[in-house]
C-alpha cells in the first residue's frame, strides 16, 4: 500500500488534496482566504470543479477495500499518530485558525486540543467497534450483528470550529474502516488543509483522506449526489441541511445532519446567580456568539432579574475587543462581513419593534478594521420575535422575563431548533423537570460546554439527524449487517415447511 505524502504548500498558496497527491484546480480558478481581524488576504486555496470532485470520490473508492481490511488496531496507528503530530504543531496550527477564522487565540489552542483527543479518543474504539450475537429461533443456527464499514463518506464542514467538526467526522469515518473526502467550509479551509497535511506525514495511505475546496452549490453538491457516497456527514446551517436532504433523495446515501441550534438559557432565583452571570458570558459571547450551543435567548426569573441583568451587562461591557492573536483578547471578530451584517440586521429590527437595547448594537469604536462586532444584550423582547425564534449566530442576545419554571420550560421548547439548552437552578425538582422536559438534545444544567468527547451530540427537531461524538457517532458510520448462520451437522429444512423433505 502506497503512502500519502506530505503536504506541498509553497508560501500561502495552498493546494488540495487528491488520491496522495497535492493538486491545483484544473481551471487555476482560486478563493483568497481573508483574516477577519485585518480584512487582508492572507492565502488561497484552488477552487475544485465537479470533474476533481468526481475523481476525489474515486480514490476515495479504489482505496476503500484495503483499508477496510486492515487490523482495526492497524487504522488506529494511524489516528494515534495524527493526534500526536496535531499536539506536536499545536501552536502553528493555533495561530493559522485565528487568522482564518477569528476566535482568540486561547481558544483556538483549546480547538487544537479537542480536534487531536478526537483522534485518540475513536483510536480506542479499535477493539470496541462491536456487533452482537444472539441465539436463533431454531437449534444450532446463530445470529450476528455485525457492523461494517459503509464505503466512502462525504464529509462537508462549517467555518466556526474548523480544525474540530473535520476531527469529529475524520477520525469515527476512518477508524470503521471508511474512507473519506472531505470539503471545509470556502471562509476557513486552511485549518483542513493542514490537518490533512498531518494525515500524510502520520502515512495515511494514498486515496484514504482527500480534501476538496470549493463551494457548497457545486463541489458540495457533487458529494452529496455522486452514487460513489455512502453516507453525507454535513454540519452546518439547518437551511443548507434541508437542500442536502432533497438532493441526497435521488440515490438515498446516509446521512448526519448537524444543524442550527437556538439554545435558551433558563435562570432560576435558587440558582448561584454570580456563578450563572460568568456561565452566561460564557455561553453567547465564546467564539463572538459564533457557536451552535451558544445561548441564543435567556429566560430569567423576575425575582432576581434585577440582579441578574446589571451584573451580566457589567461583565459584558468588560470583555475586550480585539486583535484575536494577543493574550488579552476575549472577543475577537465575527468571520466575515456578511455574517456580522446578519446579526447586525437583528439588532436593527429590534429597535424599529421598540426593544429596549441595553448595550451594544454596533461595531466597536476600534480597532478601525475588521469584522468586529459589540456584545450586545436586548431586554423585554417578546417570545415571536425573530431574536427568540431564528438563530442569530453572533453576540447578540434577547432576555425575557419569566414568572413560572413551567413557563420558561414551555418557552425553551417553542422553537423549530432542539439543540443546546441550558438551566441554573438548585432545586433537584426543577433539575429533574429539566432533564425530562426540555427537549434538546443537551442540557447544560449548572453548567456550561464544550460538548465532551464521550457525550452524544445531537439534536430534536431541525437540528439535525443522527449524532456526533460518543459510541453513538461512531456507529453512525457503521452499516449494520445482519447473518444467520446454520451449524447443524446434519442441516433440515423442517422448521420452515409443513412437509418432510
Ligand atoms: P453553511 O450551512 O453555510 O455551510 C456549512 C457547509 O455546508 C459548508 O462547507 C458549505 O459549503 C456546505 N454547503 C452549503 N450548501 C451546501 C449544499 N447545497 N450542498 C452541499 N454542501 C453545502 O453553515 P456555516 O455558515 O458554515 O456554519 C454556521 C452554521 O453551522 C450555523 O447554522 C450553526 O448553527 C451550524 N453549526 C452546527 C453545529 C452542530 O453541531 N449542530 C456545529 C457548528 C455549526
Redesign the pocket.
Known amino acids: 500500500m502506497a503512502r500519502a505524502k506530505p503536504a506541498q504548500v509553497s508560501g500561502n498558496r495552498y493546494q488540495m488534496f487528491i488520491n496522495g497527491d497535492w493538486v491545483d484546480s484544473e481551471s487555476e480558478e482560486k478563493i483568497n482566504i481573508v483574516n477577519p481581524a485585518t480584512e487582508k488576504v492572507i492565502a488561497s486555496v484552488p477552487k475544485a470543479s465537479r470533474e476533481q470532485t468526481k475523481s476525489a470520490l474515486e480514490a476515495a473508492e479504489e482505496a476503500q477495500p484495503e483499508w477496510e481490511d486492515l487490523a482495526p488496531v492497524r487504522r488506529a496507528s494511524f489516528l494515534h499518530q495524527t493526534a500526536q503530530l496535531i499536539r506536536r504543531d499545536k501552536e502553528r496550527l493555533a495561530r493559522i485558525l485565528t487568522s482564518e477564522q477569528g476566535k482568540p487565540l486561547f481558544e483556538a489552542r483549546g480547538e487544537i486540543d479537542g480536534a487531536a483527543s478526537n483522534f485518540d479518543y475513536y483510536a480506542e474504539f479499535a477493539r470496541r467497534i462491536e456487533g452482537d450475537l444472539l441465539p436463533s429461533e431454531n437449534p444450532r443456527q446463530s445470529i450476528m450483528i455485525l457492523k461494517l464499514p459503509i464505503g466512502v463518506v462525504a464529509s ?6 474548523p480544525s474540530a ?1 473535520v476531527a469529529r467526522k475524520l477520525a469515527p469515518a476512518l477508524i470503521t474502516g471508511n474512507t473519506v473526502v472531505t ?6 479551509p486552511l485549518s483542513t488543509l493542514e490537518m490533512v497535511r498531518l494525515m500524510g506525514e502520520a502515512g495515511f495511505p494514498e486515496g484514504v483522506v482527500n480534501v476538496v475546496t ?4 457545486d ?3 457533487e ?2 449526489t455522486n452514487r460513489i457516497t455512502g453516507l ?1 456527514t ?8 434541508r ?2 436532504m432533497q ?1 441526497a433523495s435521488n440515490h438515498l446515501p446516509k446521512l448526519v ?5 437556538k439554545a435558551p438559557f433558563i435562570v432560576w432565583h435558587d440558582a448561584d446567580i454570580a456563578w450563572a452571570v460568568k456561565c452566561a458570558i460564557w455561553a453567547r459571547f465564546w467564539n463572538c456568539g ?4 451558544c445561548s441564543e435567548r435567556m429566560y430569567v426569573d423576575e425575582k432576581i432579574k434585577d440582579k441578574f441583568v446589571p451584573a451580566f451587562v457589567r461583565m459584558a461591557k468588560d470583555l475586550k475587543i480585539g486583535n484575536p492573536l494577543e493574550s488579552d483578547t476575549d472577543l475577537g471578530p465575527m ?1 466575515s462581513k456578511e ?1 456580522r451584517e446578519t446579526s447586525m440586521s437583528f439588532v436593527r429590527k429590534a429597535r424599529q419593534e421598540g426593544d429596549k437595547i441595553i448595550i451594544g448594537g454596533d461595531r466597536p469604536q476600534s480597532p478601525d478594521e475588521g469584522w468586529f462586532f459589540e456584545p450586545t444584550i436586548i431586554e423585554d423582547v417578546k417570545q415571536k420575535s425573530p431574536l427568540v425564534q431564528d ?1 442569530i ?1 453572533g453576540p447578540v442576545v434577547p432576555i425575557l422575563e419569566v414568572d413560572s419554571f413551567d413557563k420558561a420550560i414551555e418557552y425553551a421548547n417553542d422553537s423549530k ?1 432542539g ?1 443546546a439548552s441550558y438551566v441554573f437552578t438548585k432545586d433537584s425538582t426543577r433539575v429533574l423537570k429539566a432533564m425530562n422536559q426540555i427537549k434538546f438534545g443537551e442540557s447544560y444544567i449548572n453548567q456550561v460546554g464544550p460538548e465532551q468527547l464521550q457525550g452524544a ?1 445531537t ?1 430534536y427537531r431541525q ?2 439527524l443522527g449524532a ?1 461524538g460518543s459510541r453513538y457517532g461512531l456507529e453512525c458510520y457503521t452499516q449494520l449487517k445482519t447473518c444467520y448462520v446454520d451449524w447443524n451437522d446434519k442441516p433440515s429444512l423442517s422448521y420452515l415447511f409443513p412437509y418432510k423433505g
Open positions: 462537508i464542514t462549517p467555518w466556526n470550529f467538526t470539503k471545509p467550509s470556502s471562509n476557513t470549493g463551494s457548497g452549490s463541489v458540495g453538491d458529494l452529496v453525507v454535513m454540519t452546518g446551517s439547518t437551511d443548507a441541511g437542500t442536502i438532493h445532519l448537524e444543524l442550527g441550534g459564533q457557536t451552535c450551543i468571520v455574517e438563530e449566530f431548533y439543540l451530540h439534536g437540528s439535525g456526533e
